[in-house]
């Protein structure tokens, strides 16, 4: 079965630094969805960022970018010029391609702390 | 506005009684499902649905019940909700077609005593 593992329950960084969350994943499957979602003081989940396996092009959102290693199975997010509005809690998700359940993976979840 | 809604946002009950929250979406999407978050633990997934009248099991469905009756609801249903079933609950969907993403409710924080 796959899983999902994020390693930091707890990561901080200054306002303006750039900060990096892990993220490994487990999987025998060669096609498939990584995702990373926010999730501020509201409990909202907010979409990030998404890479697709077959792509080798790490994907970008504006101050979010991943570093998608498929050999390593290793998905990290990485955050730029942090800002105050950046804490949250974030976590990895996977999805197979040919799953007809469209199921969401999940880590555990890193929760990130902005210090002004 | 595209969007999930998800009621109650909160709700405290007592082991036994029945409850049911409800999850509606307005894009018109087939596959919707729910999720429940512990700590520790990430997103579960409870149950899902391909589309009207279709419902299936995910991860952790004892104790839980849904149905889809209409293509825009989705309800969960605690028949007999006991202490374990406290946790924050998700509802969410997505069209079956690209893109891929996942649409989330803001999320039902249930307190079972």
């Known amino acids: 079965a796959q899983t999902v593992t994020q390693s930091q329950p707890e990561m901080s960084v200054q306002e303006a630094e750039t900060v990096t969350l892990s993220c490994t994943y487990d999987?025998?499957?060669?096609?498939?969805?990584l995702f990373w979602y926010k999730q501020p003081p509201s409990r909202q989940m907010i979409l990030v960022i998404r890479q697709e396996a077959y792509k080798q092009q790490n994907a970008t959102e504006n101050r979010f970018s991943v570093n998608f290693q498929k050999a390593a199975k290793s998905f990290s997010l990485k955050i730029s010029d942090s800002q105050l509005g950046d804490a949250a809690m974030y976590f990895c998700?996977?999805?197979?391609?040919?799953?007809?359940?469209?199921?969401?993976?999940w880590g555990a979840g890193t929760k990130l702390i902005i210090k002004p | 506005e595209a969007q999930v809604t998800q009621n109650p946002r909160y709700l405290i009950t007592v082991t036994g009684k029945k409850l049911t929250v409800t999850c509606s979406q307005n894009m018109n999407h087939e596959y919707m499902s729910w999720y429940r978050q512990d700590p520790g633990l990430g997103l579960r997934q409870i149950y899902y649905s391909m589309n009207v009248e279709v419902t299936d099991k995910g991860d952790v469905p004892e104790g839980y019940k849904v149905s889809r009756k209409e293509k825009r609801n989705f309800p969960l249903i605690l028949e007999s909700p006991s202490p374990n079933q406290t946790s924050l609950y998700f509802c969410?969907?997505?069209?079956?077609?690209?893109?891929?993403?996942?649409?989330f409710g803001p999320g039902t924080r249930l307190t079972v005593l």
């Open positions: 999987t025998s499957e060669s096609d498939y969805y």
């Open positions: 969410a969907s997505r069209t079956t077609g690209s893109p891929n993403e996942q649409f």
């Open positions: 998700a996977y999805r197979e391609i040919m799953d007809s359940n469209y199921q969401l993976i």
